[in-house]
């Protein structure tokens, strides 16, 4: 990428007249016409009457139809019963949130392989409850993929100079530097208990594996989907497969190789993992299908501890990961929006509501294609876009009565993004200790490849990247600059785990898997919650909405009322209704209790307490 760059000489030129934002995050604030500074948007933005917060809701209700989980020392929901099981355990023996929810992502590398990783990365946020100071007393872990010394901005470019996308996806090229290992043991390291070893938070993931797990709910659905993916590759075979086929439901998945892998973690730490032959040979794997990463890109990864984005809605404060992570700038974003909004009295679900939504969406999204990147690489203007005041000056060209084109909102270059198989779990503990943890492999299974001798399914992160500005990625949507191909580079993502404080307690936890559809995820769970009052049960199984910009579609799921659907579209929404959006899995505490619940649009899903 090219330091003359158009982009880059405007930011450039942005960046020298703005003030300067927090060091810790890398970022500051542009003064432009598209992104004006917090001084200048309060002068430009009418005053606002914003309506009341309504009261929370019962944390129980008999009159629900769905019902949260409930308990009172802990809750642990995740996307696989049995890693649940196993941070439960956790809690159960004395370990804080943040021990259990290490031993459940171990856990989930066995248990949800599609998804669940030792070969991927993620974002994990930390609250402490007794931490003194109250700047200090919540931390995102930033332990995202990062792309091998070798990269280059043209290397998922054709001869021709046009994106290669089997190269992006299927081909070792694709496969970033794991980050989830050292980022686990990161977590453990400075915020566990002190009450468990390293190693005895692994033995329950190691004992998985060795012993194996049945082939049931979400595993027996993804094995037959993956088939062709993973039977190219005879590592994959090998674990997945009996005889031409991969392992029918009611069989027995064991992985001895991760369980081998597992136990070097557990007695050497994560230089087991980064150094040596477990290295050499996930290195070896990647070259031979075609890769850069070498040995030395693993030694060298380290994981970052980062300042999150801050924000309030109706009262409450919403606290969420930063970049290189877009979840929590631009969630805070579309909250500020939809403030001057009575939505409560509009309805939950009703069409004047979902209209409201869809248009609040739109600008975050195009904001997310120009501004957003690696923070380490470019300046992330997070002050600005996460201004009330900037939101304000969104809102006044919303018309709640018409839906706005893409062509008619300020428009960048949308960025690629994670597939549906990423995975969120959500654990608290009795003390008010919280983890709320998105992690992936990207795409389901990775690019289904298991490093030979490991056990370790590999991710394709640098699909991430931008391949070429304005070229369309896999899911239609068009690359920009800010998140071009870099050595040492951490590819965007849309990974948002969540707190939310009321009167500076903890409130809610929630994060989804869902590619591009993470943010309106978490942004729906928050909604139904603070302004529909729904429980939590309800506020996570509720249809969801959601709209990136581009492509210019309303995609809706099943379950939303055929005449809402027709307002919305007599309102000039292109409404597409199709897949299932998510895996909100998510704790609420409130008067004492905990509730816990685990996504239904998943088999196997499970919130449970000690």
Known sequence: MSPTSPIRAVLALLLAAAPAGPTRAQVSEPVSEQLPTQA?????????????????????????????VLASRGMVSSQDALA?????????????????????????????????????????????????????????????????????????????GEPDRAASTRSGKAVGVPGTVRGLAEAHRRYGSGKFTLAELIAPAERLARDGIPVESGLADSLPRAAGLLGQWPSSRAVFFEGGHVL????????????????????????????????????????????????ADLAAYRPEIRT???????????????????????????????????????GAGSAGALHMLAEAMKPAYADRATWLGDPARTKVPVAGLTAKAYAATLREKIDPERAKTAAEVSAGNPLPHESDQTTHFSVVDAEGNAVSNTYTLNFSYGIGLVAEGTGVLLNNEMDDFSAKTGARNAYGLVGGEANAVAPGARPLSS?????????????????????????????????????FRMNLAQAVAAPRIHHQWQPDVLMAEEGISPDTLALLRAKGHNVKV???????????????LLAGASDPRQRGTLAEGP
Request: aromatic share 4%; glycine share 12%.
């Open 40 to 68: 200048q948007a309060r002068r430009q933005a009418p005053a606002l009457a914003v309506p009341p917060a309504p009261e929370p809701p019962p944390i129980q209700s008999d009159e629900a139809r769905l019902l949260p």
């Open 578 to 592: 199709g897949a299932t959006s998510g895996s909100a899995n998510s704790v609420m505490a409130e008067d004492g």
């Open 84 to 160: 649940t099981r196993v941070g439960v355990e956790i809690l159960r023996k004395g370990g804080n949130a943040v021990d259990a929810a290490v031993a459940v992502g171990f856990a989930l590398a066995v248990t949800l392989p599609r998804a669940g990783n030792l070969g991927g990365g993620g974002f994990m946020m930390v609250h402490r409850a007794a931490a003194e100071d109250r700047v200090a007393d919540t931390i995102a872990i930033d332990y995202r993929e990062t792309a091998p010394a070798a990269s280059t901005a043209d290397m998922f470019l054709n001869p021709q």
């Open 308 to 346: 999150p984005v801050r924000g309030r809605y109706r009262g409450y404060e919403i606290v969420s990961m930063p970049p290189p992570s877009s979840g929590g700038v631009h969630l805070i974003e579309i909250l500020n929006i939809l403030e001057g909004y009575d939505l409560a009295g509009m």
């Open 248 to 295: 029918p439901r009611g069989a027995t998945l064991r992985q001895t190789d991760l369980a081998d892998t597992l136990k070097a973690i557990a007695e050497r730490g994560p230089d087991a993992f980064y150094e040596g032959p477990i290295a050499q040979k996930i290195a070896a794997a990647v070259q031979g299908a075609g890769g850069i990463m070498t040995a």
């Open 495 to 531: 990974m948002t785990p969540t707190f939310v404080f009321r009167d500076g307690k903890l409130f809610l936890v929630t994060g989804s898997p869902g590619g591009s559809r993470i943010i309106t995820t978490v942004l729906q769970v928050i909604v139904n919650v603070l302004d």
